[in-house]
C-alpha cells in the first residue's frame, strides 16, 4: 500500500512539473479579415476603445516616388475603415501613445529619396488625433503638436525611429530606436498635465526594433538589436523606477532550455486577459515562434508559433481586442513589405490547424 501511495506521489510530482513546463505549447492562430491598404513595414498602431488604429509605414514597392505612407486605418476586430490621412508627409518607424481621447502620433524617419529638399530627415515631433471626432486637432491654421527637442537639451538624440511607445499612469512614454545611425536608450515622458517632455533612460542596452507591452501597471520593454546583436535585457518600468529583470540568455535549468530563442528584433507584442493576464511577443527577424510571459513569475513560456499560411513576420503591428490579440502588415524583412493579411491569436485553447486559411 505505501508503494502505491508512494508511485502515485510521483506521477502527481511529474504531472504539476509538467504543468509548469515550457515544452507544450498552446494557443491557436486563426485568420482574420486582411488589412486593406498597401503593404507596408515600421507602422505604428495603438487601442482606443473597441477598436486598433494602424498607420502610416514604408513600401519600396510604391510605384510612386514618395515610399513613405500616411494614410490611417481603424478595425473593429471585424471590418476595416480608412479614417484619413497624418496630417503632414509620411514617415516609417513612427510610435504612438494615447492619453484619454487623444492619440499622439509621431518621430520616425523619411530618406532623401522621398524628401522635397533630398536630405533624409528624422522627426521628433507629435501630432494630435482626437479620437472622438476622428480629426487631428488644429490651432488656427496649424495642426496641433508637441516637439520633444523644445524640452531637452540634446536635440538632435530625441530624433528616432524603430522605437517603442505606450501609455503608463496617464503619461505617454517614446524612445529607444535609432537616431542618424545610432542606437539609443532614451526614453522621453510627456506630462499632460504640463505639456512638457522630459528624459530618462532604460537600464539595459540600447535598442532599434524592441518591442513594449504594459501588464498590471508596469511597462515591460525588451528585444530589438542594439546594432551588434539582439538584446538579451528585460527592463520594467513602474512609473518611476527602471527594474533590469532576468536576461533572456540565462539558463536556470531544464525548464527554461529554450530561452535562448527568444531575443529578435523587430517582433510584435500583444496582452491579454482571456487567459489570466499575460504579455506575449511574436515574429521578427529570424523567427516564426511566439512567446507568452507571465510577470508574477518573470517567465516565458513558448505559444504556438505562426502557421505555415502565415508566412515570416517582421516589422508588422499587433494589438488586443477583447482579448484576442492581433498582428497584421510586415513583411518578410524590415525593408520588405509584402503582407497584409491579418492574423487573430486565442490564448489559452488547443491549435487548430482548420481555420489557417
Same mark, same amino acid.
Given at each position: 500500500?505505501?508503494?502505491?501511495?508512494?508511485?502515485?506521489?510521483?506521477?502527481?510530482?511529474?504531472?504539476?512539473?509538467?504543468?509548469?513546463?515550457?515544452?507544450?505549447?498552446?494557443?491557436?492562430?486563426?485568420?482574420?479579415?486582411?488589412?486593406?491598404?498597401?503593404?507596408?513595414?515600421?507602422?505604428?498602431s495603438f487601442e482606443y476603445g473597441n477598436a486598433a488604429y494602424i498607420g502610416m509605414g514604408y513600401n519600396a514597392g510604391l510605384s510612386t516616388q514618395d515610399k513613405f505612407l500616411r494614410n490611417f486605418y481603424r478595425f473593429d476586430g471585424k471590418d476595416w475603415k480608412n479614417i484619413g490621412n497624418f496630417p503632414v508627409e509620411g514617415r516609417?518607424?513612427?510610435?504612438?501613445?494615447?492619453?484619454?481621447?487623444?492619440?499622439?502620433?509621431?518621430?520616425?524617419?523619411?530618406?532623401?529619396?522621398?524628401?522635397?529638399?533630398?536630405?533624409?530627415?528624422? /522627426?521628433?515631433? =507629435?501630432?494630435?488625433?482626437?479620437?472622438?471626432?476622428?480629426?487631428?486637432?488644429?490651432?488656427?491654421?496649424?495642426?496641433?503638436?508637441?516637439?520633444?527637442?523644445? =524640452?531637452?537639451?540634446? &536635440?538632435?538624440?530625441?530624433?528616432?525611429?524603430?522605437?517603442?511607445?505606450?501609455?503608463?499612469?496617464?503619461?505617454?512614454?517614446?524612445?529607444?530606436?535609432?537616431?542618424?545611425?545610432?542606437?539609443?536608450?532614451?526614453?522621453?515622458?510627456?506630462?499632460?498635465?504640463?505639456?512638457?517632455?522630459?528624459?530618462?533612460?532604460?537600464?539595459?542596452?540600447?535598442?532599434?526594433?524592441?518591442?513594449? =507591452?504594459?501588464?498590471?501597471?508596469?511597462?515591460?520593454?525588451?528585444?530589438?538589436?542594439?546594432?551588434?546583436?539582439?538584446?538579451?535585457?528585460?527592463?520594467?518600468?513602474?512609473?518611476? &523606477?527602471?527594474?533590469?529583470?532576468?536576461?533572456?540568455?540565462?539558463?536556470?535549468?531544464?525548464?527554461?532550455?529554450?530561452?535562448?530563442?527568444?531575443?529578435?528584433?523587430?517582433?510584435?507584442?500583444?496582452?491579454?486577459?482571456?487567459?489570466?493576464?499575460?504579455?506575449?511577443?511574436?515574429?521578427?527577424?529570424?523567427?516564426? &515562434?511566439?512567446?507568452? /510571459?507571465?510577470?508574477?513569475?518573470?517567465?516565458?513560456?513558448?505559444?504556438?508559433?505562426?502557421?505555415?499560411?502565415?508566412?515570416?513576420?517582421?516589422?508588422?503591428?499587433? =494589438?488586443?481586442?477583447?482579448?484576442?490579440? /492581433?498582428?497584421?502588415?510586415?513583411?518578410?524583412?524590415?525593408?520588405?513589405?509584402?503582407?497584409?493579411?491579418?492574423w487573430k491569436f486565442i490564448p489559452g485553447v488547443d491549435e487548430d490547424d482548420q481555420n489557417d486559411y
Amino acid at each position: 500500500m505505501k508503494k502505491v501511495n508512494f508511485l502515485c506521489l510521483i506521477a502527481l510530482g511529474i504531472f504539476f512539473s509538467a504543468c509548469d513546463s515550457d515544452d507544450d505549447t498552446w494557443g491557436d492562430w486563426e485568420k482574420s479579415n486582411a488589412f486593406p491598404g498597401d503593404y507596408r513595414v515600421l507602422a505604428t498602431s495603438f487601442e482606443y476603445g473597441n477598436a486598433a488604429y494602424i498607420g502610416m509605414g514604408y513600401n519600396a514597392g510604391l510605384s510612386t516616388q514618395d515610399k513613405f505612407l500616411r494614410n490611417f486605418y481603424r478595425f473593429d476586430g471585424k471590418d476595416w475603415k480608412n479614417i484619413g490621412n497624418f496630417p503632414v508627409e509620411g514617415r516609417k518607424g513612427s510610435v504612438s501613445f494615447v492619453i484619454g481621447d487623444t492619440a499622439f502620433v509621431g518621430a520616425g524617419f523619411r530618406d532623401k529619396s522621398s524628401s522635397a529638399d533630398k536630405k533624409d530627415h528624422y /522627426y521628433s515631433d =507629435f501630432y494630435k488625433l482626437n479620437l472622438k471626432t476622428g480629426e487631428w486637432i488644429k490651432n488656427g491654421d496649424e495642426y496641433a503638436k508637441t516637439d520633444i527637442s523644445e =524640452f531637452v537639451e540634446d &536635440t538632435l538624440a530625441c530624433r528616432f525611429w524603430g522605437g517603442i511607445g505606450f501609455t503608463l499612469n496617464g503619461k505617454g512614454y517614446v524612445g529607444t530606436g535609432q537616431v542618424d545611425g545610432r542606437v539609443s536608450k532614451n526614453i522621453y515622458e510627456y506630462d499632460p498635465a504640463t505639456g512638457k517632455w522630459s528624459e530618462m533612460a532604460i537600464k539595459g542596452d540600447a535598442c532599434v526594433g524592441a518591442v513594449v =507591452f504594459v501588464l498590471d501597471g508596469k511597462a515591460i520593454v525588451c528585444l530589438g538589436s542594439n546594432g551588434r546583436s539582439n538584446v538579451t535585457d528585460v527592463n520594467i518600468f513602474d512609473g518611476t &523606477t527602471w527594474d533590469k529583470k532576468r536576461p533572456l540568455q540565462d539558463l536556470d535549468g531544464s525548464f527554461n532550455d529554450d530561452y535562448g530563442k527568444i531575443p529578435r528584433s523587430y517582433a510584435m507584442a500583444f496582452t491579454s486577459d482571456r487567459d489570466g493576464r499575460k504579455g506575449y511577443i511574436c515574429g521578427g527577424v529570424g523567427t516564426r &515562434t511566439a512567446w507568452e /510571459y507571465r510577470l508574477e513569475k518573470d517567465r516565458w513560456y513558448e505559444v504556438t508559433e505562426f502557421p505555415s499560411a502565415m508566412m515570416t513576420r517582421v516589422a508588422g503591428v499587433a =494589438f488586443s481586442l477583447d482579448g484576442y490579440g /492581433y498582428v497584421t502588415v510586415g513583411g518578410s524583412s524590415y525593408t520588405d513589405a509584402n503582407d497584409n493579411s491579418t492574423w487573430k491569436f486565442i490564448p489559452g485553447v488547443d491549435e487548430d490547424d482548420q481555420n489557417d486559411y
